[in-house]
């Protein structure tokens, strides 16, 4: 069974840093993509940052600059290190298997706020 844990949230002054991690299990991980992406209430998830089974990643362009997205193929874990927030980045935060249909986790709370 597919899973995709999120952790790391939590509350954060605007220019704050935090750093999210996804634990990841029931797949072949170092042959798949992992994204994270974001969700604001009554809106659609947001892909923030995608990295792929060579490593290389992609970028939403609000957030490029100020995130870095990462992967661990030992410990199949993604994570996701952002900087420089500001209050429009407070949203749920999830990992996710782009390209599959596979059913979205708890997701992990940012709140960006002074």
């Known amino acids: 069974q597919v899973q995709l844990v999120e952790s790391g949230g939590g509350l954060v002054q605007p220019g704050g840093s935090l750093r999210l991690s996804c634990a990841t299990s029931?797949?072949?991980?170092?042959?798949?993509?992992v994204a994270w992406y974001r969700q604001v209430s009554g809106k659609p998830h947001e892909l923030v940052a995608q990295?792929?089974?060579?490593?290389?990643?992609h970028y939403a362009p609000s957030m490029k600059g100020r995130v870095t997205i990462s992967r661990d193929n030992v410990g199949n874990t993604v994570a996701l290190q952002m900087n420089s927030l500001k209050v429009d980045d407070t949203a749920v935060y999830y990992c996710h298997r782009p390209f599959y249909n596979d059913p979205w986790g708890q997701g992990t709370q940012v709140t960006v706020s002074s």
């Open positions: 029931g797949f072949n991980f170092e042959f798949d993509s």
């Open positions: 990295i792929d089974a060579r490593h290389s990643t």
